[in-house]
């Protein structure tokens, strides 16, 4: 079974400029996170999206946006950026509602300039 | 707030050595707790999923044990290889939902 993969990879972007990121979840899972690691704050939950609804929301500016289509993929973008949004941007899914284990994507290394 | 934390915050050990990561929560409600390993630059690979109603759980080399009443979760690693050097990070399930609260992280060298 295919693993939680995320594109891109690798992003370089500028000042003010808006990035979408996408994650595909383990098939069958139709819960998916999005998660910020940075080295001063470590890894900061995002938002959760569970059959297309958004259920959770961390403590991040509205500039930060979600959403999750039919077949689960999720989609994450970030408008106006600011050289703070570099960063690992993580995506994890599991099986449900409830708490099951998370698998987590390889990330996408975004760069602000 | 749940805040979770990891000590220590680095390790180096030699190869073949038992040792012992520890992970406290401010919040004993939570659901359960996941250990993790991040290679650098990399995603997060699950190592151990305990949920509230156990004790611990076993996997290989690892067992990661959880004391809820008093806010804390041990990961023991038997004879350590240099393979498990890595940042171990531990997170809690808890607010409702599939949201994590991750630690802060311990980084193990495992030297030949």
């Known amino acids: 079974k295919a693993g939680v993969t995320q594109t891109p990879r690798y992003l370089i972007k500028t000042r003010g400029q808006q990035v979408t990121l996408s994650c595909s979840p383990i098939?069958?899972?139709?819960?998916v996170s999005w998660y910020q690691q940075t080295p001063g704050q470590g890894l900061q939950f995002l938002f959760e999206?569970?059959?297309?609804?958004?259920?959770n929301k961390g403590n991040f500016p509205g500039r930060f946006s979600g959403r999750q289509f039919s077949n689960s993929r999720s989609e994450m973008n970030v408008s106006t950026l600011e050289l703070g949004d570099s960063a690992l941007y993580l995506c994890?899914?599991?099986?449900?509602?409830?708490?099951?284990?998370?698998?987590f994507g390889p990330g996408t290394r975004l760069t602000v300039t | 707030k749940q805040e979770v934390t990891q000590i220590p915050a680095a390790l180096s050990v030699p190869e073949g050595e038992n040792l012992v990561l520890n992970c406290s929560f401010t919040?004993?409600?939570?659901?359960?707790l996941q250990w993790f390993r991040q290679d650098p630059g990399k995603g997060l690979t699950s190592l151990l999923l305990i949920q509230s109603s156990q004790r611990e759980q076993t996997s290989g080399r690892l067992n990661a044990s959880l004391d809820k009443s008093s806010g804390r979760s041990t990961l023991y690693i038997a004879a350590s290889q240099p393979g498990d050097s890595a940042t171990y990070l531990c997170a809690v399930f808890g607010g409702g939902g599939n949201k994590l609260t991750f630690g802060t992280g311990t980084q193990l060298k495992v030297e030949l």
């Open positions: 999206y569970f059959s297309e609804t958004q259920r």
């Open positions: 919040d004993s409600a939570i659901y359960n």
């Open positions: 994890a899914s599991s099986l449900a509602q409830a708490t099951y284990e998370q698998y």
């Open positions: 098939s069958g899972h139709r819960s």
